[in-house]
T-cell receptor, first 114, second 115 residues
Framework: AQSVTQLGSHVSVSEGALVLLRCNYSSSVPPYLFWYVQYPNQGLQLLLK??????LVKGINGFEAEFKKSETSFHLTKPSAHMSDAAEYFCAVSDLDRDDKIIFGKGTRLHILP | DADVTQTPRNRITKTGKRIMLECSQTKGHDRMYWYRQDPGLGLRLIYYSFDVKDINKGEISDGYSVSRQAQAKFSLSLESAIPNQTALYFC??????????????FGPGTRLLVL
């Protein structure tokens, strides 16, 4: 079965600094990968997704992620953090063996320091 | 108006009570899902439905049941609530007919407390 591992349940960065949230996946076939964001007291919304086209995927709010097959990684980055980026971020993989359902990681809470 | 709505948004109940959480969507999607979110555990799939006549168990279906009343409505029931079902519950929808990797659209969540 496919799975994702998010490294670090909490990450703190200063406003204006680089944001890097790490995600590694396990899959025997090329996966579809997603990053979702959950703002306080809200549901999840899609940031970006990789579906085997370009390996560098650009999403909303200045975020991007790069699919690296050799490293089985799909890390999320943003060049300059903003206070409004404080949220919980979930990496997810589409489980092709299980009817296209999405398997979520445990989440990383991003804290932005003034 | 929101595309995916959940009612109630908050609920407090007692052990042993039966409760129902409701989900409605206006996106015209065939696929609907119920997840629960617990701190540090991410989202775990309870049940999913690919159309009105198709209901499937997810990874943590014990203690839960669902009903797909129409394409737009998918309800989750706790037949006899217990304290470890205290969690944040999310409904989600996605399209069908296209390639795998369809985006899921989430409701705002229902916060459930079982005393």
């Amino acid at each position: 079965a496919q799975s994702v591992t998010q490294l670090g349940s909490h990450v703190s960065v200063s406003e204006g600094a680089l944001v890097l949230l790490r995600c590694n996946y396990s899959s025997s076939v090329p996966p579809y990968l997603f990053w979702y964001v959950q703002y306080p007291n809200q549901g999840l919304q899609l940031l970006l997704k990789y579906t085997s086209a370009a390996t560098l995927v650009k999403g909303i709010n200045g975020f991007e992620a790069e699919f690296k097959k050799s490293e089985t990684s799909f890390h999320l980055t943003k060049p300059s953090a903003h206070m409004s980026d404080a949220a919980e971020y979930f990496c997810a993989v589409s489980d092709l063996d299980r009817d296209d359902k999405i398997i979520f990681g445990k989440g990383t809470r991003l804290h932005i320091l003034p | 108006d929101a595309d995916v709505t959940q009612t109630p948004r908050n609920r407090i109940t007692k052990t042993g009570k039966r409760i129902m959480l409701e989900c409605s969507q206006t996106k015209g999607h065939d696929r609907m899902y119920w997840y629960r979110q617990d701190p540090g555990l991410g989202l775990r799939l309870i049940y999913y439905s690919f159309d009105v006549k198709d209901i499937n168990k997810g990874e943590i279906s014990d203690g839960y049941s669902v009903s797909r009343q129409a394409q737009a409505k998918f309800s989750l029931s706790l037949e006899s609530a217990i304290p470890n079902q205290t969690a944040l519950y999310f409904c989600a929808t996605s399209g069908s007919g296209g390639p795998v990797g369809e985006t899921q659209y989430f409701g705002p969540g229902t916060r459930l407390l079982v005393l």
